[in-house]
């Protein structure tokens, strides 16, 4: 089966700026997970979705960033207005709903705030 | 609240030499722990996932183990090769259908 998809690969942008990022799960998939990853750290989850309902944003700075799963399928997320910490790796996760759980990691977008 | 923690932070061992990762977490009610490999610049790729009810999980040369009780999991590689230089990130679900959580990861180097 295709993997988890992620674009862009990289994003250079300067801050107070705006990005967006788009996840393509894999097919079947109805849990959908953003997580931050800053260098040295372990990713960290922004947002999670089942079919295209938020479960838990916890963790997402809403004064800035929005997500969204339309369709239940693809997902985006949006940074508006970037600032310098920022700076992360956004990983996008899929998992299905079946008894051995298990979730699965796109490539990730290498987001630079300057 | 569930925390997660990787000991060491970094390791460089010679090529050939087994090794022991260890990762240690503090609210024992898992529901799974996952071992992750991360190489740079690159996403996740799962290596072994271990039900709460399960105690190892073995793939190849990678065996990882689960101590519910002492909240500790470690993760074994046998004859090291420079290809395993990775940064192996140890996660831990609560409940079905639930986020990671993620320790901080072990960046591991092996020397040819």
């Known amino acids: 089966e295709a993997g988890v998809a992620q674009s862009p690969r990289y994003k250079i942008i300067e801050k107070r700026q705006s990005v967006a990022f788009w996840c393509n799960p894999i097919?079947?998939?109805?849990?959908l997970y953003w997580y931050q990853q800053i260098l040295g750290q372990g990713p960290k989850l922004l947002i999670q979705?089942?079919?295209?309902?938020?479960?838990?944003d916890s963790q997402l700075p809403k004064d800035r960033f929005s997500a969204e799963r339309l369709k239940g399928v693809d997902s985006t997320l949006k940074i508006q207005p970037a600032k310098l910490e920022d700076s992360a790796v956004y990983l996008c996760?899929?998992?299905?709903?079946?008894?051995?759980?298990?979730?699965?990691f796109g490539p990730g977008t290498r987001l630079t705030v300057t | 609240k569930q925390e997660v923690t990787q000991i060491p932070a970094a390791l460089s061992v010679p090529e050939g030499e087994n090794l022991v990762l260890n990762c240690s977490f503090t609210?024992?009610?898992?529901?799974?722990l996952q071992w992750f490999r991360q190489d740079p610049g690159k996403g996740l790729t799962s290596l072994l996932l271990i039900q709460s009810s399960q105690r190892e999980q073995t793939s190849g040369r990678l065996n990882a183990s689960l101590d519910k009780s002492s909240g500790r999991s470690t993760l074994y590689i046998a004859a090291s090769q420079p290809g395993d230089s990775a940064t192996y990130l140890c996660?831990?679900?609560?409940?079905?259908?639930?986020?990671?959580?993620f320790g901080k990861g072990t960046r591991l180097h092996i020397l040819p």
């Open positions: 996660a831990v679900c609560m409940n079905r259908d639930d986020k990671i959580i």
């Open positions: 979705f089942q079919n295209n309902g938020v479960v838990d």
């Open positions: 097919s079947g998939h109805a849990t």
């Open positions: 996760a899929s998992s299905p709903l079946r008894e051995v759980y298990e979730q699965y």
């Open positions: 609210d024992s009610a898992i529901y799974n």
